[in-house]
């Protein structure tokens, strides 16, 4: 079993920047992709960046260039630096352990194992 909590959302103007957070306990994770998905309200649970164990990395093209995912399997967690943040990044964020090992499945939300409770992310104009 593992448990994760994510940490770091909050309110910020358009432009700004945000860092998320990710603690996970229980079992070790360190063998799994993690990835980061948001949801806002009426839409579905959308892919925003994914990590492989080594450290290789994948991000929608809606965040490429303005979000950075990174993860240090020695502390177990799993970070999301978010910069030049838009109106329509506002959402909850998910962090989440999946069980794939190719980008295709690492990208889809079925495939992973363990969810976080969420944290929001809210951008103003």
């Known amino acids: 079993q593992v448990q994760l909590v994510e940490s770091g959302g909050g309110l910020v103007q358009a432009g700004g920047s945000l860092r998320l957070s990710c603690a996970a306990s229980?079992?070790?994770?360190?063998?799994?992709?993690m990835g980061w998905f948001r949801q806002a309200p009426g839409n579905e649970r959308e892919f925003v960046a994914g990590?492989?164990?080594?450290?290789?990395?994948r991000y929608a093209d809606s965040v490429k260039g303005r979000f950075t995912i990174s993860r240090d399997n020695a502390k177990n967690t799993v970070t999301l630096q978010m910069n030049s943040l838009k109106p329509e990044d506002t959402a909850v964020y998910y962090c989440?352990?999946?069980?794939?090992?190719?980008?295709?499945?690492?990208?889809?939300?079925?495939?992973?194992?363990?969810w976080g409770q969420g944290t929001q992310v809210t951008v103003s104009s």
């Open positions: 990590i492989k164990w080594l450290g290789a990395t």
């Open positions: 989440g352990s999946s069980g794939g090992s190719t980008w295709s499945a690492i990208s889809n939300w079925s495939s992973y194992e363990y």
């Open positions: 229980g079992r070790t994770f360190s063998s799994n992709a």
